[in-house]
T-cell receptor, first 109, second 116 residues
Framework: AQSVSQHNHHVILSEAASLELGCNYSYGGTVNLFWYVQYPGQHLQLLLKYFSGDPLVKGIKGFEAEFIKSKFSFNLRKPSVQWSDTAEYFCVPKDKIIFGKGTRLHILP | EAQVTQNPRYLITVTGKKLTVTCSQNMNHEYMSWYRQDPGLGLRQIYYSMNVEVTDKGDVPEGYKVSRKEKRNFPLILESPSPNQTSLYFC???????????????FGAGTRLSVL
């Protein structure tokens, strides 16, 4: 069965810290992976996506993610977070649109 | 403008009083889905529909019904709401559910439901 797991359910960082949120997937075949973000009080938005090709994917707002096939991972990164990055982040595989429990990120001003 | 529209945005009701939350998309998408979001549980899929007149249960379908008579609309029906259905509900749509690299979901703004 297809599944993803996010390692950290709650992350607290200071502004300007570097961010890495872990995501591991466990299915074979064609791999399509997405990161969605949900800002407080808002609906989910697509942050970035990986279909094929360059494993380093750049998204909006300075986020990027690297698909590492050997590690079954698709971690989300940002070199320097801002207070406005406080949100919940979801790693999602294709197909049945299975969502993990998400990672709640708090940035301290 | 491409969008998914849910109504109402906020609803307070009492146990047992039937209600419907509407969802409409203007992108001619085949796939539509309903989720509920609860603290600590993330997003859980209630029902989904792969096309008109094709619906199927998600992970938490109990207490809910859906219908897909037209491509653009996918209402969520609570025949007899109970307090454990107090939650934040999201409708979503996408081009298709599998076999496509363009499987991006578009979400509505959410419906916050409180059942007293």
């Amino acid at each position: 069965a297809q599944s993803v797991s996010q390692h950290n359910h709650h992350v607290i960082l200071s502004e300007a810290a570097s961010l890495e949120l872990g995501c591991n997937y466990s299915y074979g075949g064609t791999v399509n992976l997405f990161w969605y973000v949900q800002y407080p009080g808002q609906h989910l938005q697509l942050l970035l996506k990986y279909f094929s090709g360059d494993p380093l994917v750049k998204g909006i707002k300075g986020f990027e993610a690297e698909f590492i096939k050997s590690k079954f991972s698709f971690n989300l990164r940002k070199p320097s977070v801002q207070w406005s990055d406080t949100a919940e982040y979801f790693c999602v595989p294709k197909d049945k649109i299975i969502f993990g429990k998400g990672t709640r990120l708090h940035i301290l001003p | 403008e491409a969008q998914v529209t849910q109504n109402p945005r906020y609803l307070i009701t009492v146990t047992g009083k039937k209600l419907t939350v509407t969802c409409s998309q203007n992108m001619n998408h085949e796939y539509m889905s309903w989720y509920r979001q609860d603290p600590g549980l993330g997003l859980r899929q209630i029902y989904y529909s792969m096309n008109v007149e094709v619906t199927d249960k998600g992970d938490v379908p109990e207490g809910y019904k859906v219908s897909r008579k037209e491509k653009r609309n996918f209402p969520l029906i609570l025949e007899s709401p109970s307090p454990n259905q107090t939650s934040l509900y999201f409708c979503a749509s996408s081009v298709r559910t599998s076999g496509s690299a363009k499987n991006i979901q578009y979400f509505g703004a959410g419906t916050r439901l409180s059942v007293l």
